[in-house]
């Protein structure tokens, strides 16, 4: 099935809600932390066990109420093999459980190496080889940074299209430097520029639901360019970080939506993660439970919005 | 010793080349891909195993005379878990054989997850842990991607300080639709501008050799534009893809080079790990031999250059 055919099934059933999983290390409930340090010793192999049993128990709690979730590739990178590990461990357990797998790597380069990431996450590796071997990593979706222009981009399309999986372009940034850069531009600002490449290079991967699979990343902190990006690029599904921490706020969500309700994901990490720590209970026993109540709530919100 | 000091050691004693090991899998030499495919298997850890030797092969041929390697991540992430083991090893070995390592990963995100990479590839975690666990990956330099601006950027400047370790920030890319973006800007081209930020980030990164530690990358393709730079910003080490391959003169390096002959580190993948395709020599048997000629004939080219 086209990738975003079956993100907007899954809004249509679930809500458009997606669980950021980014283990901040000094967010981690006390008690977690404690435990496995104390089990494994100071070193990165227990914190890869600590992020383990965190991701399980996260996926565990929301699975039936949330459609995707979203890797933040550093947060294990930060562990080393160690921590890819885990990884790979909690993408196949969420993609098991019906969850689909965004992995937000921001993946970029040349057109030959371009093509070694998109298969690593996406696709898989064909040649020189007798038997194909699909990709190690096997997620539905992939973010990728535009710095190189079309033809670094290209190799991602071509791939993502080939297994019908997702891409999401960075587009327009969260952070207060984000227009340093994405707001240059003669005749269009950089950012307007990336969404455009993306809608003509995603043309051909439009399905059913008039969407693309290839979508981008749109920051909710910058409501002007939300509207704006909204109406003049109905085709292209967003990926909206920023909620909640990096200060985005829930009403300007209202523009990322079309009038059916659609074209939007909405990225919250550690207002789901890590409600336990306004709940009081310091040491996180039972963290999940808040994570699941704050995920329904989400879910809620989100529901009114798409009206 | 300042990451910028060590390279102008290197590259005096050495010279500028750096190899860049970038297991092309349809390049790999025959023999040695048909014998671990044969022994484990058509699957993704006998891919590694092959990438494995054929590095330790490169790295034995050319410690010597060659005092940088880059590794391109892409190519070890497209193995999976397995490529990053061999990764891993490749890297402790470069090391080891007193190489300076620059992974090529042009990592990218905003400031708490740029942060996490920063610390996974260059500083290690100290938060909040008892004793603080270095760095799993360990290497000298890093790439990174400037889309974000200068607050995404931080983070890395601020760990790779720390621990006296380099950075190269992507500017001018080698590809044909570099100047998509790149060339975008109103009063200065983005990529001139990258180059102004990074000069700015680093100048507490200045050492002894007037060089610091946090460079840009440029490609050889554009001539114009690295003589340009090389003027306009003398502090900066270039890290120069896109010599053979990807249609880089050699004549077009001198602009890179300071009149002392510093200030440039040219890389060459293809032209040295795979010059037994072009020597007759069809599986590849003894391709390490050629590696080690090619390596002491760039040696020998560049200097000529740098006067």
Redesign the interface.
């Known amino acids: 099935m086209n990738f975003a055919d079956q993100v907007c099934k899954v809004v249509e059933m679930k809500g458009p809600l997606v669980v950021g999983m980014?283990p901040?290390?000094?967010l981690l409930p006390p008690y977690l932390?404690e435990k496995w340090?104390r089990e494994r010793g100071?070193?990165?192999q227990a914190?890869a066990y600590c992020v383990m049993e965190f991701g399980e128990l996260v996926i565990e709690a929301i699975h039936d109420i949330v459609g995707f979730v979203k890797f933040?590739m550093?947060?294990y990178?930060?562990?080393?093999?160690p921590?890819?590990?885990v990884l790979?461990n909690l993408v196949d357990r969420a993609r098991e459980k019906g969850l689909t797998v965004i992995l937000d790597g921001?993946?970029?380069?040349?057109?030959?190496?371009?093509a070694?990431?998109a298969?690593?996450?996406l696709s898989g590796?064909e040649?020189?080889?007798?038997?194909s071997?699909p990709s190690?990593?096997d997620v539905d979706a992939l973010t990728v940074?535009?710095?190189?222009?079309?033809?670094?981009l290209t190799p991602f399309f071509e791939e993502a299209k080939k297994v019908n999986k997702g891409l999401f372009v960075?587009c327009r940034?969260?952070?207060?430097?984000?227009?340093?850069?994405?707001d240059?531009?003669?005749e269009e600002k950089?950012y307007f520029?990336?969404a455009r490449?993306v809608e003509r290079m995603g043309e051909k991967m439009i399905g059913d639901s008039g969407f693309s699979s290839a979508g981008i990343v749109v920051g909710a902190t910058y409501p002007e360019d939300l509207r704006m990006l909204r109406a003049e690029f109905p085709s292209l599904l967003f990926l909206i970080p920023g909620v909640g921490a990096?200060g985005g706020g829930l009403e300007t969500l209202r523009f990322a939506f079309r009038d059916d309700g659609m074209g939007a994901l909405v990225n919250v990490s550690r207002g789901v993660l890590f409600a336990y720590r306004e709940s009081g209970k310091l040491d996180g026993r039972g963290f999940e439970r808040l994570v699941r109540t704050k995920s329904i709530d989400y879910q809620e919100r989100f529901r009114e919005l798409q009206r």
């Open positions: 980014d901040h290390l000094e932390l340090l100071n070193n990165l914190l933040q550093a947060f990178e930060l562990l080393g093999v921590g890819l590990m790979k921001k993946r970029n380069d040349i057109a030959s190496t371009a070694c990431y298969r690593a996450y590796i040649y020189p080889l007798e038997r071997i190690f990593w940074n535009p710095y190189f222009g079309e033809d670094g960075v940034t969260t952070n207060p430097s984000a227009p340093f850069l994405q240059e531009g003669r950089v520029k990336v490449l990096q």
